[in-house]
């Protein structure tokens, strides 16, 4: 069935580090990705996301490229910040169907 | 955005009790609500998704009969934890579905509810 494997956290940087967190999928067919970010004490937000293969998802400074050749996702961000202290969540879904999420990546940026 | 919250945040109960959780979608009217369970260090796996004016549809694996979902009104969920055991303890989240029925492109999570059973 589908899955999504992220890279396991927690994963701590200091302030304006560059942000890799990986995510690769497997599914069949043409899945749209996702990114959620959970910020503490609050629901999960969608973050970005890409529907077709070569697309890159972009919002707040963070972006994903669907890679198909690699089945991979993964997000980027040039400059963190304290305030990008979350749990982040990659996701895939097929048609209508329902959400599969990875196991979320604890990110603690120190000032 | 859109506000989805749940009730209680964090519950403990004994075992054999049940527990209802509620969720909310409070400035838009949800067709679809889903409830998902999250393990520590472990993904959301979607439980039911619930429709308003209907039964759930339970995925694979999941007990209907111990987890019961209403989903009375359009800002309406409730998940309820029936005889609630130790293994039930877990992270319960709530989702809702703005966008019309049965896209999920536009899914509001609730800030979800933690039950520790004893």
């Known amino acids: 069935g589908d899955s999504v494997t992220q890279m396991e956290g927690p994963v701590t940087l200091s302030e304006e580090a560059f942000l890799t967190i990986n995510c690769t999928y497997t599914a069949t067919g043409y899945p749209s990705l996702f990114w959620y970010v959970q910020y503490p004490g609050e629901g999960l937000q969608l973050l970005l996301k890409a529907t077709k293969a070569d697309d890159k998802g972009s919002n707040k400074g963070f972006e994903a490229t669907y890679r198909k050749e690699t089945t991979s996702f993964h997000l980027e961000k040039g400059s963190v910040q304290v305030s990008d202290s979350a749990v982040y969540f990659c996701?895939?879904?097929?048609?209508?169907?329902?959400?599969?999420f990875g196991q979320g990546t604890r990110l603690t940026i120190n000032p | 955005g859109a506000v989805v919250s749940q009730h209680p945040s964090r519950v403990i109960c004994k075992s054999g009790t049940s527990v209802k959780i509620e969720c909310r979608s409070l400035?838009?009217?949800?067709?679809?609500m889903f409830w998902y369970r999250q393990f520590p260090k472990q993904s959301l796996m979607l439980m039911a998704t619930s429709n308003e004016g209907s039964k759930a549809t339970y995925e694979q694996g999941v007990e209907k009969d111990k987890f019961l979902i209403n989903h009375a009104s359009l800002t309406l969920s409730t998940l309820t934890v029936t005889s609630a055991h130790p293994e039930d303890s877990s992270f319960y989240i709530c989702?809702?579905?703005?966008?019309?029925?049965?896209?999920?492109?536009?899914?509001?999570f609730g800030p979800g509810t933690r039950l520790t059973v004893l």
């Open positions: 400035d838009f009217q949800a067709t679809t």
């Open positions: 989702s809702a579905n703005g966008g019309g029925r049965g896209t999920t492109d536009t899914q509001y």
């Open positions: 996701a895939l879904r097929r048609g209508a169907q329902k959400l599969v």
